[in-house]
């Protein structure tokens, strides 16, 4: 099996779609994900890594960087929608998929980076600690729509 991590494309938003499935319980709407995905290529703030075995989509990260406004005014990154195939896990994948992220950062000049993760994905939480995360702040959030 051949592993690559790569910038998504449109076409990958089926696959994608099943990932979040595991993630979120609930499919994305693939027109609307296309339609994003073409949009996030032509923003140079965002990144979204996508992880393929035998060129099928078995992980994902989004990273995005944000402006910031204190010190020395450097930008941050957002790391958010980590999802790797429960059939792929224990694999590294998501430590390749992570290190591509700070990787980004990094060529971004970004000062850190914030990880946002549900407060119930415990097993999660350990992975990001493992990488040298650390819960640092209260994340809260408010649903709109």
């Known amino acids: 099996m051949k592993l690559l991590i790569r910038k998504a494309t449109h076409e990958d938003a089926s696959g994608l779609s099943e990932l979040f499935v595991e993630l979120v319980?609930?499919?994305s709407d693939i027109g609307a994900l296309k339609k994003q995905l073409l949009f996030v290529d032509t923003q140079p703030n965002y990144y979204v890594a996508v992880a393929c075995l035998d060129?099928?989509?078995?992980?994902?990260?989004?990273?995005?960087?944000?402006?910031?406004?204190?010190?020395?005014?450097?930008?941050f990154l957002l790391i958010e929608n980590v999802v790797v195939s429960s059939k792929c896990q224990k694999l590294g994948i998501g430590k390749k998929l992570m290190t591509e992220l700070e990787n980004f950062a990094i060529q971004h000049h970004c000062n850190f980076i914030l990880l946002a993760s549900s407060h119930e994905r415990e097993e999660a939480h350990r992975f990001y600690e493992s990488l040298g995360y650390k819960d640092k702040k209260k994340g809260f959030f408010k649903q709109l729509s």
């Open 25 to 27: 319980g609930e499919q």
């Open 55 to 75: 060129n099928k989509v078995v992980g994902t990260a989004m990273g995005i960087v944000c402006v910031d406004l204190v010190g020395n005014c450097a930008p």
